[in-house]
T-cell receptor, first 116, second 114 residues
């Protein structure tokens, strides 16, 4: 499977716990994005990487959120001291920098987080 | 501020008929891209169709076509010969040229009746 993959697909945690999600983009894509999607809403941009550099962060990304892409390949999104309001689907997407498909984002299946 | 508005939370269409989903956006930019994404239940989001703002010709992809009205900042999606597999959430999205941040609308749930 050469698409974007995300793990885990589902995560249930208790309020106050830390969680970490992983995203593996399409191998030749150097751009990687994280989004949050709540029920009945469209994806909201969280952050964007080009290779290993985090070039943009949304104001939605509070201090409890941190994202990394250490080698310019996979990325992790960590949420510390989770709150019930963090419950959402976390989507990862990747895109190529150049070429005919550089405008297209390919999405992963998402990680659904439930904070009890 | 960049915003994307989808005013139809839910729509229904009879199989084989045509349906149009609406999208408006607000921007002060002149160069940008517009997209329609499809998100089937419990499945990942996929691109349906893309439009470059500098192109006057409306994009088409098989049964999917758009009506792009740049002056009105309107970008509607027409689905012809609707199929049961078209049932999904449809999201309109916008991206400024040379920037990488995408803005999505709140989505329209499309039901297809057999």
């Amino acid at each position: 499977d050469t698409g974007v993959s995300q793990n885990p697909r589902h995560k249930i945690t208790k309020r106050g716990q830390n969680v970490t999600f992983r995203c593996d983009p399409i191998s030749e894509h150097n751009r990687l994005y994280w989004y949050r999607q709540t029920l009945g809403q469209g994806p909201e941009f969280l952050t964007y990487f080009q290779n290993e550099a985090q070039l943009e962060k949304s104001r939605l990304l509070s201090d409890r959120f941190s994202a990394e892409r250490p080698k310019g390949s996979f990325s992790t999104l960590e949420i510390q001291r989770t709150e019930q309001g963090d419950s959402a689907m976390y989507l990862c997407a990747s895109s190529a920098e150049r070429g005919a498909l550089s405008n297209e984002q390919f999405f992963g299946p998402g990680t659904r987080l439930t904070v009890l | 501020a960049q915003t994307v508005t989808q005013s139809q939370p839910e729509m229904s269409v009879q199989e084989a008929e045509t349906v149009t989903l609406s999208c408006t956006y607000d921007t002060s930019e002149s160069d940008y891209y517009l997209f329609w994404y499809k998100q089937p239940p419990s499945r990942q989001m996929i691109l349906v169709i893309r439009q470059e703002a500098y192109k006057q010709q409306n994009a088409t992809e098989n049964r999917f076509s758009v009506n792009f009205q740049k002056a009105a900042k309107s970008f509607s999606l027409k689905i012809s010969d609707s199929q049961l597999g078209d049932a999904a959430m449809y999201f309109c999205a916008y991206r400024v040229y040379n920037f990488n941040k995408f803005y999505f609308g709140s989505g329209t749930k499309l039901n297809v009746k057999p």
